[in-house]
């Protein structure tokens, strides 16, 4: 059906534009005025200063990998978050952890973990789909590199960023 | 040949015309196409101060390149130069199947026809006994109205050279706009022509210094500088000085000076009448397919014809470099240096203004546009020159 739009009955001075001009020309002028002044600017000066300590909790930022309290590596190296990554940011080459080692019992660990970040685009899937709640998207943001190289996270860096997460899972901790 | 023989030689009348049009037009051109860099910056400045931002503020010296600890900010300053030099710098992409001479061609017709009025736009009163104008011919005005119109070629060939639907209708756009507006510009002379009585710009800045810029009924008689000294001689040639015929004349050069004003923002595509580029709608317009220094040629353009038609709205309207008490450049260098820093004051002026009004307003609908044009200023000119016509044949008789 057709709408009928109900065009308003404008004034002469409405017609000829000029009192809205004035109008609109006087409030640009306030704030160019208060501008000059440095008052009123709204745009954060970036680099020097960030607004960091405001961001929600629920942020999305670069992924990172983390260990737990006792400083075990809690990734198991099950590659769920390798194949789920939909635009494959992530390579996981697995290893098994040797016979005399602390860990032993976990059986596995990643030898190589990168997450390229030119291809991330930052959907926390890896986050959702790891069974052992060890990769985490934290508030980094400001991931930059002069290269395509420089842009993969590798494995140190990864725990670098991600730091120690206490007290999720506890099933491979033998003291609980 | 000694200092003398060459000396003689250079004030030979011919050849001391030549090389001074030489060096006015040499300085001139550099003077405004850098106004024109400034022009880009005070946007962006003015246009972040109407957004309450800040606009650009790091670009000043870059000391880190030279080993220092921290750069100079300058206040952006440096964006005046970076932004030539990134256009310069880039990649000049042709898209294929573009007509590659007219795609070539189009830019450079977009640039030279603001740079041909600047030739007439007599900029400064003398300086050293020189005449500030590069050209002083009979024809100023007209001259101004057929080089300006030819900007359209250029615009039109961009967006059809470009092979490309929104470039074209960009280019279509843009050529029915400027017709539309000429004749506005046009009509809205021909009541200052009535008044002054002369096509040549210079006369109408002399007649302006004798009887009061076209859109402020004052009477310069009045303000010499030996007169301020005496106040009752002041009173007495202010007294002298008034005469009705200015102040009713005051109203057709207002209405001309508006439809003026207003022409010369749809002729130099400057918002509210920007829909040749129209950014939202046609991405860039007749530009879209430009790149590197072809696009810096359209900027440019753009630019220079904001100056230019400044400068004609200045020099028409506003007196040009005169100011009341102030003398010309006879009276010595200084003054003549005076008179031009007062032309690009006021030029400058107009600029900002113009400026202020594209960070105000919205754009015009196409329809609106045309209707503006045509309804509105087409009949209101017509009119203002009959209105002249009486006004002057009531007074004179
Ligand atoms: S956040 Fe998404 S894109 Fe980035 S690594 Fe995890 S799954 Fe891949
Ligand atoms: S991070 Fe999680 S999902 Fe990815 S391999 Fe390690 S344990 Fe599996």
Redesign the pocket.
């Known amino acids: 059906m057709a709408i009928v739009v109900n065009r308003p009955k404008l004034t002469f001075a409405e017609k000829c534009y000029l009192p809205s001009i004035f109008a609109g020309l006087a409030i640009t002028w306030k704030h160019l005025k208060r501008a000059l002044f440095n008052k009123g600017i709204v745009t954060m000066q970036y680099p020097e200063e960030k607004w960091d300590a405001n961001l929600p909790e629920w942020y999305?930022g670069a992924?990172t990998l983390v260990v737990d309290e006792n400083g075990r590596e809690k990734c198991v190296s099950c590659q769920l978050?390798e194949f789920?990554?939909?635009?494959r940011?992530?390579t996981i080459k697995p290893m098994e952890i040797p016979e005399n080692d602390k860990w032993r019992k976990v059986e596995k660990r990643p030898e190589e973990f990168d997450?390229d970040m030119a291809?991330?685009?930052?959907?926390?899937?890896?986050?959702e789909v790891c069974p052992e709640e060890a990769?985490f998207?934290r508030k980094d943001y400001s991931i930059t590199g002069l290269n395509r190289a420089e842009m993969v996270h590798d494995k140190k860096t990864l725990y670098k960023l991600g730091g120690v997460m206490k007290g999720l899972t506890f099933k491979w901790n033998e003291l609980k | 040949m000694d200092t003398a023989l060459i000396l003689h030689f250079l004030t030979l009348p011919l050849v001391f015309l030549i090389w001074t049009t030489f060096l006015k037009t040499f300085i001139l051109l550099n003077v405004v196409l850098g106004v024109v860099s400034v022009t880009v910056f005070a946007e962006r400045k003015v246009s972040a101060f109407i957004q309450d931002r800040t606009g650009p503020n790091r670009v000043g010296i870059p000391m880190t390149l030279i080993g220092g600890k921290k750069d100079i900010p300058l206040w952006g300053l440096g964006q005046m130069i970076a932004d030539p030099v990134k256009l310069l710098t880039k990649e000049n992409f042709v898209p294929a199947g573009v007509n590659k001479f007219f795609f070539w061609l189009a830019p450079k017709l977009v640039l030279l026809p603001p740079l041909l009025v600047l030739a007439v736009l007599p900029f400064g009163s003398s300086l050293f006994g020189v005449e500030m104008t590069i050209a002083n011919v009979n024809v100023g005005v007209l001259f101004i109205f057929a080089v300006t119109s030819l900007s359209v070629y250029g615009i039109t060939i961009a967006g059809w050279a470009s092979n490309s639907k929104f470039p074209f209708i960009g280019g279509i756009r843009s050529s029915s706009q400027m017709i539309s507006y000429e004749l506005s510009l046009g009509l809205s002379i021909i009541p200052i022509f009535m008044v002054c009585g002369t096509l040549n710009i210079n006369e109408i800045v002399d007649w302006q210094i004798k009887n009061g810029w076209l859109v402020a009924p004052y009477w310069p008689h009045g303000f010499s500088l030996d007169q301020l000294l005496h106040p009752k001689d002041l009173l007495h040639s202010l007294v002298a000085g008034f005469s009705g015929e200015r102040v009713l004349l005051w109203i057709p050069m207002m209405v001309s000076f508006v439809i003026f004003l207003v022409s010369i923002f749809a002729e130099t595509n400057r918002l509210p009448f920007d829909l040749p580029e129209a950014e939202q709608e046609l991405v860039g317009g007749y530009h879209t397919e430009y790149s590197s220094m072809n696009f810096a040629s359209f900027f440019l353009g753009e630019y220079a014809a904001m100056f230019a038609g400044s400068g004609a709205i200045v020099s028409i309207f506003l007196g040009g470099w005169s100011l009341p008490i102030i003398p010309d450049g006879s009276h010595g260098w200084v003054w003549g240096l005076v008179n031009i820093g007062t032309w690009f004051a006021k030029v400058s002026v107009i600029l900002l203004f113009m400026i202020w009004i594209r960070w105000t307003l919205p754009r015009f609908r196409y329809d609106q546009l045309m209707k503006l044009g045509w309804l509105g200023f087409f009949p209101i000119a017509l009119f203002n020159i009959f209105l002249t016509a009486i006004i002057l044949a009531v007074v004179h008789h």
Do not use: D, M, S, V
């Not at chain 1, 789920?84 to 635009?87: D, E, N």
């Not at chain 1, 291809?119 to 986050?127: A, H, M, N, T």
């Open positions: 999305r992924p978050c789920i990554c939909p635009p940011a992530i997450i291809r991330c685009i930052y959907c926390g899937l890896c986050e990769i998207l």
